[in-house]
């Protein structure tokens, strides 16, 4: 049960700690008084949701994968797993996120009908969607660590992207970029989270490439 525990309890604050970004974004907004910045921040999380769709899938076959490999000792393909699937999903992330950058207007215009607010919403919405691009690998690096049993790792990704560093470029950005700064504290936490990510799937790769570290880690 403790283990069961630990491995769940990272998708858990993945699923509280986006509520609580969501509402800390909307709040931080809404102290500039302007009700179109605030109806085109829900209509560019509403384009990111949907966004994020085919990368849950695409995690959901990588822990599949990962867990019965690992559990069968088969620590190669581990790693080529994880490799393959990063590199196919940060494709994909890569042409959404060309087509965010260069179509803004296309997807604000699904969800607001007011050419005007479209194009107000046009540079804070390639902001919010500037690190899009590293979607994939946020991901699978996280679904990496649930697969393996080490869920205190995965909590370590969503917390970092959610809360460590999110909270302080929210308060501090603002004072320097105005209203930019909002909009960019979620794209500049999840750059500042694949550093994390760097340093966590390098140390783990090094202990799958020494089996007696597994054990002793385990």
């Known amino acids: 049960m403790p283990k069961i525990l630990e491995i769940g309890s990272s998708t858990m604050i993945l699923l509280i700690m986006a509520s609580i970004q969501q509402m800390m974004l909307f709040k931080t907004l809404s102290a500039y008084d302007d009700q179109t910045l605030i109806s085109l921040l829900g209509a560019a999380y509403r384009v990111l949701l949907f966004a994020v769709i085919p990368f849950a899938g695409i995690g959901q076959g990588l822990q599949s994968i990962i867990g019965i490999n690992y559990g069968a000792g088969k620590l190669d393909r581990v790693k080529d797993a994880y490799k393959v699937f990063t590199v196919n999903a940060s494709i994909m992330a890569g042409v959404l996120w060309l087509l965010f ?42 679904t990496l660590f649930q697969a393996l049993g080490k869920g205190w790792k995965a909590s370590m990704i969503f917390l970092s992207r959610q809360i ?12 320097y970029f105005g209203i930019s700064g909002v909009w960019l504290a979620m794209p500049a936490a999840e750059f500042l989270t694949v550093i994390i990510i760097a340093v966590l799937v390098v140390a783990e790769f090094r202990k799958i490439n020494h089996p007696v570290a597994i054990a002793t880690d385990t």
């Open 101 to 142: 950058l260069i179509f803004p207007e296309t997807f604000l215009g699904m969800m607001v009908s007011d050419p005007g607010m479209v194009q107000k919403g046009v540079p804070y919405f390639r902001l919010l969607f500037s690190t899009f691009l590293l979607a994939g690998v946020i991901n699978n690096s996280a």
């Open 164 to 175: 460590i560093f999110f909270i302080p470029l929210l308060m501090f950005l603002p004072d």
